[in-house]
């Protein structure tokens, strides 16, 4: 690649009119599938046909006064990777159109996306109101961090309409919620916090990790921010840590700041892991929704099993809202919860443990969204760390099961899970 055209292709406003692609990149009259596999994609002089892995922390400049009109803004172009790099960018922009979002920042990871929502939306004396029912580092970055620098947090029952309404304040100034949640698989109506945002002049802020672009779009239904723990379903493999917000033009600079300040960047390579990823990711959800359906069936049916969180069940509360809001047909994610029943005065942690401690395939990791199915007791990992009112606050009990059912057959995912179920 040129000297030249480097810089050409670095700005991140502007669109090169000779990027093959710049149609794929603002998702124009292409499909989604079609999007996945090309968007973001620009090729170098060298004419490789995959997208390459652009290992530098560093850019040369053409001279001494090239240098500088980088730096006092008249020129803009790659500068230091913890700002920008062609590898991160492809995959900011393939997320972005998936997404319909005009713009995607890529983060070191889930977490890191979600610091960065708070330091460039919130301020001291704002007021954070969030789902009860998050990933659980979400939860302890809010109580112990935002709230440590002034941010007043509170929570309300994500399902709960009226609830949400009611919490609002005059310094309420961001929504935070997951939908599917985690670890219940719960639903928020998208649709109705936008409305109730956009009233109180509130950014809505959905982390769509559970769902991802190829079940659930939140902006087209009226979020102003997704957030992203890549980690996940866009990676599919548990290879690599990343995230990302995608939105606005104006609120992912206010992020892309923070990013290049803080140093929350993603790596080239795992950039690059994502990017390959995203390209399986509709057809790996089917497949993942697929037979999440059947063991959801498989366990309500089930004797020993008392509980089963899943909208994906015709009689879930929230079945009808995720039927609308999700976009593909049968698809209502492929992680759930469900509670184990003891008929005696059993400890039903004990039995819950038993149940993940007779299987011999599904892996006991906290990880989630991957192609191998694995399985978690969140109130003794992933939720241990909150008190206790914040864990029941949460729906975490102790007979809770965490699973994230993967793309093995459904038949031996079914088999395992029945070893402790049946002999409990
Ligand atoms: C895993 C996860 C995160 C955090 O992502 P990391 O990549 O682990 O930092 C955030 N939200 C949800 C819903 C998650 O599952």
Redesign the pocket.
Known sequence: MSQSQMQDESNLNTLDPNWRNDALDLGLDYGMQTIAVRAGQHRTDEGEHSEPIFTTSSYVYQSAADAAAHFDGTKTGNVYSRHTNPSVRTFERRLAALENGERAVATA??????LTMCLAYLKAGDHLLAANQ??G??IGLFNNYMAKFGVEVSYVDCFDNEAWAKAVQPNTKVIYC?SP??PLAQICDIGYLSQLCKANDILLVV?N??ATPALQRPLDLGADVV?H????YLDGQGRV???ALVGSDALMQEAFTVVRSGGISMSPFNAWVFTKGLETLKLRMQAHCHNANQVADFLVNHPNVSTVHFSGLSDHPAHELATRQHHMKDGYGAIMGFEVKVSDSRDTKEAAWHVIDSTQMVSITN???DAKTTITHPATTTHFRLTAEARAEAGVKDGLIRLSVGLEDVEDIIKDLARGLDSL
């Open positions: 990871s889930g977490m890191g996306a979600i998050l990933f580092s979400s997951e949640s985690n982390d990790c559970f957030i723990s890549a980690t996940k840590l990343g995230g990880n989630l969204g």
